[in-house]
């Protein structure tokens, strides 16, 4: 989401990048607030910057994003070479925020949510790039109670099919094979009496395209509709990231995640019986107010009953406004026991993507030739259809290609292979 948006806000300026901040006219940081550690971040960030301006009075310096929206003009206040705030429905009025600056020197927040044409401009592609991420949702109508997003978002705003489909199309014709739908809860998209399962079926007759992803999925919304579009849609890639968050419907209930363990599991067997060969990922939030030890204990029977192929895990982080964030001291998890509890799901899930990466090996999976691997010119680097990095040796002209490759080797975060003729 937060790539797409610093994509928008690149296109939305008509200035050519440089990865020199020492020379660039103007800087802006996009941040992410989901949790205390993506914050911090943004904020040492924009320290970087302070000398910058000082030995460049005339540079522009921009704070954008979930941070920008979340604490508005009070940044303005703690950062004081800072000369603009751009909230999270606003890219398309940076234009007209930064010309204003030039003229009058005033420094500006921007973080209304009145924009009518919220997905109006769409993100740089950088030419010869085969993957490409396509918006189709903004905020999220779901409050669960950790989550700081609704707050710095907005509620769910779905985008129109046919604009869905023309920016598709568009990225085809400029070379993009793979195409991934995001939305905060990608699988609840609607519009004009169109679900997502229709909105799947449209993007698989669209010529050319050869792989659709979507990210991130909703479990609730996952329905029989879209389970069987992305049976029927040959395009389709064999790849869910799907949320769990815990395995303990008690957790489960007081996040107000709106389904159980056993619902969960249920839904896993559904995707299954449809596709035998499709891969769960999912998110782990670990020390939620309230988890006890039997708790967590659920949640790492869950992760060895589905042994998801692989997840990300993160310490509960108290946002802002958010309702888990009042909770009572004494639910709190005390940080000590919330490390020893995330350790142990994180060996847990690394012996398991291991052990997966290494079931591949001798197989032969499709791959579409992304580019060279970032360590070496000589090796190209791609994704299987089930979302693992795959590297091998080849010629560069096979950036863009579906080509088969024969897995030779599984590490932990990438697989290795022979490409066959
Ligand atoms: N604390 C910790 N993790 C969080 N996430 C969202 N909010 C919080 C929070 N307050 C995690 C969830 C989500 C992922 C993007 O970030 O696991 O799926």
Redesign the pocket.
């Known amino acids: 989401m937060n790539e797409y948006d610093s994509d928008r806000i690149k296109n939305a300026i008509d200035a050519e990048p440089t990865d020199d901040p020492k020379k660039a006219d103007i800087i802006i940081v996009n941040t992410c607030a ?3 550690k993506a914050d911090q971040k943004a904020f040492s960030s924009l320290g970087k910057y302070k000398h910058i301006k000082a030995n460049n009075p005339d540079a522009i310096v921009g704070i954008a994003g979930c941070v920008a929206q979340l604490y508005g003009d009070k940044l303005l206040k703690k950062i004081p070479h800072l000369d603009f705030v751009l909230g999270t429905r606003s890219i398309p009025k940076l234009p007209e925020i930064i010309s204003k600056i030039e003229r009058d020197k005033r420094r500006t927040v921007e973080t209304s949510y009145d924009l009518e044409e919220l997905f109006e401009v769409e993100p740089y592609h950088k030419e010869g790039k085969v993957t490409a991420f396509v918006s189709v949702q903004q905020g999220c109508n779901k409050r ?1 109670t ?4 609704p707050q710095v978002r907005g509620d769910e705003v779905n985008r129109p099919l046919n604009d869905i489909l023309r920016e598709t199309t568009n990225l085809v014709n400029k070379g993009v094979r793979e195409i991934t739908f995001i939305g905060q809860t990608v699988n609840s998209w609607k519009h004009d009496g169109n679900k997502f399962g229709d909105l799947i079926r449209a993007a698989g007759d669209v010529e050319g395209l050869e792989r659709i992803r979507f990210t ?1 999925s909703y479990p609730r919304d996952i329905t029989k509709r879209m389970i069987d579009a992305m049976k029927d849609v040959p395009q389709v890639c064999h790849h869910l990231h799907l ?1 769990v ?1 815990s395995g303990s419907n008690n957790v489960l209930s007081n996040m107000k995640r709106t389904y159980t363990r056993e619902w969960y599991v249920d839904t896993i067997l559904r995707l299954k019986d449809a596709l035998p060969d499709i891969t769960i990922s999912t ?3 670990i020390g ?1 107010p309230g988890e006890t030890d039997r708790d967590f204990q659920d949640t790492m029977s869950l992760m060895k009953e589905i042994e998801f192929e692989s997840s ?8 802002p406004g ?1 309702v ?2 009042e909770y009572a001291e004494e639910e709190t998890v005390k940080a000590d026991i919330a490390s020893v509890r995330l350790s142990e799901l994180q060996a847990f899930q690394k012996d398991i993507t291991e052990k997966k990466n290494l079931s591949r090996v001798g197989q032969i999976e499709k791959v579409l030739v992304e580019g060279e691997s970032r360590n070496d010119p000589d090796v190209l680097s791609g994704r299987t259809d089930h979302n693992r990095i795959l590297n091998f040796n080849g010629a560069k002209d096979l950036v863009g290609k579906t080509v088969k490759v024969k897995v030779t080797e599984g590490l932990l975060n990438s697989l290795r292979g022979e490409l066959i003729i």
């Open positions: 989901i949790r205390d669960c950790y989550c700081i997003v991130t949320p968050q998110d782990i939030i939620f990300y895990s993160f310490k509960f982080s108290p946002r958010t888990a964030a």
